[in-house]
């Protein structure tokens, strides 16, 4: 769910780390969200009133849509340095199975190399195994091959798509 509920998966790291990945809050649109999610695709910015109505239409989908999002509470400014979502697919097959998606991961330029990313989408994939899904999909680049794997996944399939 996306909300400001603290959620034992989605808490914050060892004892000293001042890495707190959570889950998404409204107030994260002051916290440079958006800017962090235009490293990766066009994000134009939104205003507090569009960024408040999409965050209100992903809370509604509950467990089934969950953003995770990194910050270092040891800085001066409270800052999402890292971000990745995970949305649930309900299904018929498999007698009535879920899958995981993951989708929009992103760590600020100025904070990659630092395992933001490898926390943040293993803590996903954690998320969709408790949730009961029977895998756990994404979408990359062959350059993120290799990062993928250090995340756990093994290549499968091909990926296609139409764009609008
Ligand atoms: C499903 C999707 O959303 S795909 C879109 C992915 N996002 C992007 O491409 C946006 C731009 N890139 C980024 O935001 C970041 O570079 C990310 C998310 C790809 C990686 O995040 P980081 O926090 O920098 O990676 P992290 O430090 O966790 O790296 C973990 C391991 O993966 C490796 N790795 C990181 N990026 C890459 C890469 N591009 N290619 C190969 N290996 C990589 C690291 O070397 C590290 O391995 P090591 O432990 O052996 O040193």
Same mark, same amino acid.
């Not at 939104?46 to 239409?57: D, G, N, P, V």
């Not at 089934?64 to 971000?83: K, M």
């Not at 195994?129 to 091909?158: H, M, N």
């Given at each position: 769910?996306?909300? $400001?509920?603290?959620?034992?998966?989605?808490?914050? %790291?060892? $004892?000293?780390?001042?890495?707190?990945?959570?889950?998404?809050?409204?107030?994260?649109?002051?916290? %440079? #969200?958006?800017?962090?999610?235009?490293?990766?695709?066009?994000?134009?910015?939104?205003?507090?009133?569009? @960024?408040? $109505?999409? @965050?209100?239409?992903?809370?509604?989908?509950?467990?089934?849509?969950?953003?995770?999002?990194?910050?270092?509470?040891?800085?001066?400014?409270?800052?999402?340095?890292? $971000?990745?979502? #995970?949305?649930?697919?309900?299904? @018929? #097959?498999?007698?009535?199975?879920?899958?995981?998606?993951?989708?929009? *991961?992103?760590?600020?330029?100025?904070?990659? %190399?630092?395992?933001?990313?490898?926390?943040?989408?293993?803590? #996903? *994939?954690?998320?969709?195994?408790?949730?009961?899904?029977?895998?756990?999909?994404?979408?990359?680049?062959?350059?993120?091959?290799?990062?993928?794997?250090?995340? %756990?996944?093994?290549?499968?399939?091909?990926?296609?798509?139409?764009? @609008?």
């Amino acid at each position: 769910m996306t909300s $400001t509920s603290p959620e034992s998966a989605a808490a914050g %790291g060892e $004892t000293n780390d001042p890495i707190h990945i959570r889950r998404l809050e409204l107030s994260d649109h002051e916290r %440079g #969200l958006v800017a962090l999610l235009s490293q990766l695709s066009a994000c134009p910015d939104l205003t507090a009133s569009e @960024f408040a $109505t999409r @965050f209100a239409e992903l809370a509604a989908q509950g467990d089934d849509h969950v953003i995770l999002v990194a910050e270092d509470t040891s800085a001066t400014e409270r800052r999402i340095l890292a $971000t990745g979502c #995970l949305f649930v697919e309900r299904k @018929f #097959l498999r007698g009535g199975g879920k899958v995981g998606h993951v989708e929009d *991961v992103v760590v600020d330029a100025a904070a990659r %190399g630092r395992e933001l990313g490898l926390r943040i989408v293993r803590r #996903l *994939v954690e998320i969709a195994r408790d949730a009961g899904c029977y895998k756990v999909i994404l979408d990359c680049t062959p350059e993120l091959r290799a990062y993928y794997a250090k995340c %756990g996944f093994v290549e499968k399939g091909v990926q296609m798509a139409v764009y @609008f």
